[in-house]
């Protein structure tokens, strides 16, 4: 079965610093990887997606994350945080023979301090 | 143009109560998917929709819990006899195509069961 584990439910950066939230999948075969935000009572809004091919993906508001098939990460990083970022975010998986449901991680909600 | 729809936005109703959430896909998206968002459980997935296939039941709860889809586009979840640990936030997502595709979600119907 496939899961997804994201370490650090909670993150807090500094404006201006990195961002580096992690997410780490069990697959036997390479799934399709999604990064969503959510902002307070609102729905999931995707930020990148990696399907085949170049294995860094950009998004959009600035992040970007790199598929690693040999340690079975898919980071996200931004280089310089904005207050604008504070939400929490989830990883997900899903792969092509299950009809696309979407496993999620437990979420890393991101604090952004002035 | 438009994204996916759910009414209501909330929904307060006391146990034992059925209730039914509504959820508008894209225009011309074929998949669609409920899912669940709960404190205790996080992102749940519950049930995905394909065109004329047949749906995709798997995460659903128990059989309180159904689902249908008609004319290939708007869905209705419908819980029965509902109970406490029902509360939780219900998602519409829809796609153009499983899997590859990103899943776009709705802002969320807010189910409290008193």
């Known amino acids: 079965a496939q899961s997804v584990t994201q370490l650090g439910s909670h993150v807090s950066v500094s404006e201006g610093a990195l961002v580096l939230l992690r997410c780490n999948y069990s697959s036997s075969v390479p799934p399709y990887l999604f990064w969503y935000v959510q902002y307070p009572n609102q729905g999931l809004q995707l930020l990148l997606k990696?399907?085949?091919?170049?294995?860094l993906v950009k998004g959009i508001n600035g992040f970007e994350a790199e598929f690693k098939k040999s340690e079975t990460s898919f980071h996200l990083t931004k280089p310089s945080a904005h207050m604008s970022d504070a939400a929490e975010y989830f990883c997900?998986?899903?792969?092509?023979?299950?009809?696309?449901?979407?496993?999620f991680g437990q979420g890393t909600e991101l604090s952004v301090k002035p | 143009g438009a994204g996916v729809s759910q009414s209501p936005s909330n929904k307060v109703t006391e146990k034992g109560k059925d209730v039914e959430l509504r959820c508008d896909p894209i225009?011309?998206?074929?998949?669609l998917y409920w899912y669940r968002q709960s404190l205790g459980q996080g992102l749940e997935f519950l049930i995905y929709?394909?065109?004329?296939?047949?749906?995709?039941k798997s995460g659903l709860p128990s059989d309180r819990f159904s689902a249908e889809r008609t004319g290939g586009s708007v869905s209705t979840l419908t819980i029965q006899r509902t109970q406490q640990e029902d509360s939780a936030v219900y998602l519409c997502?829809?796609?153009?195509?499983?899997?590859?595709?990103?899943?776009?979600f709705g802002p969320g119907t807010r189910l409290l069961v008193l």
């Open positions: 225009s011309g998206h074929t998949a």
């Open positions: 929709f394909q065109g004329n296939s047949a749906p995709d």
């Open positions: 997502a829809s796609s153009l195509v499983p899997s590859q595709d990103a899943q776009y």
């Open positions: 990696y399907t085949t091919g170049a294995t």
């Open positions: 997900a998986v899903s792969r092509n023979n299950q009809g696309g449901k979407l496993i």
